[in-house]
C-alpha cells in the first residue's frame, strides 16, 4: 500500500470505505507543493477539487469589502477545504486558502467526488457531517463574537487552537500553529493592539506565555523575513482548565481579568 493511499484512509471522511474505493479516488488525485503566503484557492474562483492537507498549515480567509482579509479557520494535516462549494450551484470556492507554512495538499477532482458522492452512502454522510462540523464551528464563533467580551473570545480561541492544532501534556498545550497577531485578532473578531493587550494581560495573570522567535539573519523558512520572526511565536497555554474556567466565567472581563490561576 501506498503512503498516499494510506494517508487517504486516515482521513475521517473516507475511513471505514472499501479500500477499493478509495484506491479509485487515490488514481485520481494530484499532489502539490506551496510556499508559506500563496494562495491555493481564490475565493470566487471556478471550484475544481477538494484539497486535503497532507503536510503544513493553512488559514481559510475571507475578503470584505473594503479589501480586508479575514482569517475564518485554521487547517491542519489531515484537513478538508474547498467542500462547502459542491453544494452549490454555480460551484465557485466561497473562501482563499493561503498556507500559512510550507504545504503539501492532495487534490480531488470534483467529478470524482460527485462519483463517489453517488455510489457510497458512507462517504456522503461523511463529507456531509463535515460540512456540518464546519458549520457548528462557525457559528459557535458567531456566537462568541455577539456575546462575549474581547478577552474572552481570545480566551475561546486559544483553547480551540489548543484542541485543534496543539500538543497537550497534563494541564499544558503548546499551539503548534505560527500566528501573527492579526490572524488571532481576525479569528477573534477584534483588532490587532486589541489582541496585543489581551495576550499581554492573559501571560501576566499566569494563564499563557510565549515562547518567542529567533534572529533569522538570512530569512526564516516559514515567513521570508531576515530579522525577529514574528511568526515563529508559538503559545504556551499554562494551565488550560484555569483558562478554561476564565473563559466560562461570568466575571466581567471588560474590567479586570479572574484571579491569577494556580501555576504548578
Same mark, same amino acid.
Given at each position: 500500500?501506498?503512503?498516499?493511499?494510506?494517508?487517504?484512509?486516515?482521513?475521517?471522511?473516507? #475511513?471505514?470505505? /472499501? &479500500?477499493?474505493?478509495?484506491?479509485?479516488?487515490? !488514481? =485520481? *488525485?494530484? %499532489?502539490?507543493?506551496?510556499? $508559506?503566503?500563496?494562495?491555493?484557492?481564490?475565493?470566487?474562483?471556478?471550484?475544481?477539487?477538494?484539497?486535503?492537507?497532507?503536510?503544513?498549515?493553512?488559514?481559510?480567509?475571507?475578503?470584505?469589502?473594503?479589501?480586508?482579509?479575514?482569517?475564518?479557520?485554521?487547517?491542519?494535516?489531515?484537513?478538508?477545504?474547498?467542500?462547502?462549494?459542491?453544494?452549490?450551484?454555480?460551484?465557485?470556492?466561497?473562501?482563499?486558502?493561503? #498556507?500559512?507554512? /510550507? &504545504?503539501?495538499?492532495?487534490?480531488?477532482?470534483? !467529478? =470524482? *467526488?460527485? %462519483?463517489?458522492?453517488?455510489? $457510497?452512502?458512507?462517504?456522503?454522510?461523511?463529507?456531509?457531517?463535515?460540512?456540518?462540523?464546519?458549520?457548528?464551528?462557525?457559528?459557535?464563533?458567531?456566537?462568541?463574537?455577539?456575546?462575549?467580551?474581547?478577552?474572552?473570545?481570545?480566551?475561546?480561541?486559544?483553547?480551540?487552537?489548543?484542541?485543534?492544532?496543539?500538543?497537550?501534556?497534563?494541564?499544558?498545550?503548546?499551539?503548534?500553529?505560527?500566528?501573527?497577531?492579526?490572524?488571532?485578532?481576525?479569528?477573534?473578531?477584534?483588532?490587532?493592539?486589541?489582541?496585543?493587550?489581551?495576550?499581554?494581560?492573559?501571560?501576566?495573570?499566569?494563564?499563557?506565555?510565549?515562547?518567542?522567535?529567533?534572529?533569522?539573519?538570512?530569512?526564516?523558512?516559514?515567513?521570508?523575513?531576515?530579522?525577529?520572526?514574528?511568526?515563529?511565536?508559538?503559545?504556551?497555554?499554562?494551565?488550560?482548565?484555569?483558562?478554561?474556567?476564565?473563559?466560562?466565567?461570568?466575571?466581567?472581563?471588560?474590567?479586570?481579568?479572574?484571579?491569577?490561576?494556580?501555576?504548578?
Amino acid at each position: 500500500m501506498s503512503d498516499r493511499l494510506a494517508f487517504l484512509q486516515s482521513i475521517p471522511i473516507l #475511513a471505514d470505505m /472499501p &479500500i477499493e474505493e478509495i484506491a479509485q479516488l487515490e !488514481s =485520481q *488525485v494530484s %499532489e502539490r507543493k506551496y510556499k $508559506s503566503g500563496v494562495e491555493i484557492f481564490s475565493e470566487g474562483g471556478e471550484a475544481f477539487a477538494i484539497g486535503v492537507i497532507l503536510r503544513g498549515r493553512a488559514k481559510v480567509v475571507k475578503h470584505s469589502a473594503l479589501g480586508r482579509d479575514i482569517t475564518v479557520a485554521i487547517l491542519k494535516p489531515g484537513d478538508i477545504f474547498g467542500e462547502v462549494c459542491l453544494f452549490l450551484a454555480d460551484r465557485i470556492y466561497t473562501s482563499s486558502v493561503i #498556507a500559512i507554512t /510550507p &504545504i503539501t495538499a492532495l487534490f480531488i477532482p470534483h !467529478s =470524482q *467526488v460527485v %462519483e463517489a458522492l453517488n455510489e $457510497s452512502p458512507l462517504f456522503a454522510k461523511r463529507l456531509i457531517a463535515a460540512v456540518s462540523r464546519r458549520l457548528c464551528y462557525t457559528q459557535e464563533m458567531l456566537r462568541f463574537l455577539v456575546t462575549e467580551a474581547v478577552d474572552k473570545r481570545i480566551a475561546h480561541l486559544l483553547i480551540y487552537l489548543a484542541k485543534t492544532t496543539g500538543v497537550q501534556s497534563n494541564d499544558r498545550a503548546l499551539i503548534t500553529t505560527p500566528l501573527t497577531r492579526h490572524e488571532i485578532a481576525d479569528l477573534a473578531g477584534t483588532t490587532v493592539e486589541t489582541t496585543i493587550r489581551v495576550l499581554s494581560r492573559l501571560t501576566k495573570a499566569g494563564y499563557i506565555c510565549t515562547i518567542h522567535g529567533k534572529l533569522v539573519p538570512k530569512g526564516c523558512r516559514l515567513c521570508g523575513i531576515d530579522s525577529y520572526c514574528h511568526r515563529c511565536n508559538k503559545i504556551v497555554i499554562m494551565h488550560l482548565s484555569a483558562l478554561k474556567s476564565f473563559a466560562e466565567d461570568s466575571c466581567d472581563s471588560n474590567q479586570q481579568l479572574c484571579p491569577q490561576p494556580s501555576i504548578v
